[in-house]
C-alpha cells in the first residue's frame, strides 16, 4: 500500500502525558499537513511543511505541541502534557507541488482520548 | 478569513433520489475548491475538485459547479445510492505561503435508504 500511513491508530493517555504520532507520507510527496478534527467538525489545519521546513503553524498549535520532519521524509507531531482537550482524531495528508488545487491524499487518523 | 459553510446534517435519502449538498465560501483570493468523502471506517478521500471559476468537477456520477459570483460549489448526484451514505466535506484551498492548506466546512451527512 503506498498511500499516507499513521501510526498508532488509537492512542488513550492519561492527563499530563506525552504523546507521539507518526505519519508516512506517499514517498514522492514534499509536502506534508497536519490536522485536527474533533466530533462533528471538519478538519482543521495544525501545521505544514515542505519537505524538512516547517512553513506555517496554525494558531491552534499551542508551545504543548510540536511537530518534526527530519530528512524531509515522514513526520512526527508531538503533544506534551496533554489536556482533555486535545482528545480528538490527527490527520496526516502529503501532496505534491503543483500549480493550485493540489490533491491532498489523507491518512486514517491517529484517535487521540486523553482520560 | 477563508471560510466554508455547508448545509448541515444529517440528509436522508431513498435510493434513486436526487441530492443536492450545498457549499459556499468566503475567501481572501482565487481559492481552488474540493468535496471530500469520509466512508465510516475509513480516511478522507477526495471526491472531485474545480480550480477556477465555471469549472465543473466530476467523479462517481457527482458533479459540482465552481461559482464565482455566487460563491458556491453545490454538490449534486442524479441518483444516490446506499453505498454512497458518508460524510461529504466541502473545502477551499489558496496559494498561501508556498502552501494548500484546505479549510473545511464541518460535513454533511448522508443517509441513503433502500
Known amino acids: 500500500d503506498t498511500g499516507v500511513s499513521q501510526n498508532p491508530r488509537h492512542k488513550i493517555t492519561k492527563r499530563g502525558q506525552n504523546v507521539t504520532f507518526r505519519c508516512d507520507p506517499i514517498?514522492?510527496?514534499?509536502?506534508l499537513y497536519w490536522y485536527r478534527q474533533t466530533l462533528g467538525q471538519g478538519p482543521e489545519f495544525l501545521t505544514y511543511?515542505?519537505?524538512?521546513?516547517?512553513?506555517?503553524k496554525s494558531r491552534l498549535l499551542s508551545d504543548r505541541f510540536s511537530a518534526e520532519r527530519p530528512k524531509g521524509s515522514f513526520s512526527t507531531l508531538e503533544i506534551q502534557r496533554t489536556e482533555q482537550g486535545d482528545s480528538a482524531m490527527y490527520l496526516c495528508?502529503?501532496?505534491?507541488?503543483?500549480?493550485?488545487?493540489?490533491?491532498?491524499?489523507f491518512g486514517q487518523g491517529t484517535r487521540l482520548t486523553v482520560v | 478569513g477563508n471560510s466554508v459553510t455547508q448545509m448541515e446534517g444529517p440528509v436522508t435519502l431513498s435510493e434513486e433520489a436526487f441530492l443536492t449538498i450545498n457549499c459556499t465560501y468566503t475567501?481572501?483570493?482565487?481559492?481552488?475548491l474540493f468535496w471530500y468523502v469520509q466512508y465510516p471506517g475509513e480516511g478522507l478521500q477526495l471526491l472531485l475538485k474545480?480550480?477556477?471559476?465555471?469549472d465543473k468537477g466530476s467523479n462517481k456520477g457527482f458533479e459540482a459547479t465552481y461559482r464565482k459570483e455566487t460563491t458556491s460549489f453545490h454538490l449534486e448526484k442524479g441518483s444516490v445510492q446506499v453505498s454512497d451514505s458518508a460524510v461529504y466535506f466541502c473545502?477551499?484551498?489558496?496559494?498561501?505561503?508556498?502552501?494548500?492548506?484546505?479549510?473545511f466546512g464541518t460535513g454533511t451527512q448522508l443517509k441513503v435508504e433502500l
Open positions: 495528508a502529503s501532496g505534491a507541488r503543483d500549480r493550485g488545487g493540489t490533491e491532498a491524499f
Open positions: 514517498s514522492e510527496h514534499n509536502r
Open positions: 511543511f515542505q519537505n524538512e521546513a516547517q512553513l506555517e
Open positions: 475567501a481572501t483570493g482565487y481559492p481552488s
Open positions: 474545480a480550480t477556477k471559476a465555471d
Open positions: 473545502a477551499l484551498s489558496l496559494m498561501q505561503g508556498g502552501g494548500n492548506k484546505l479549510t
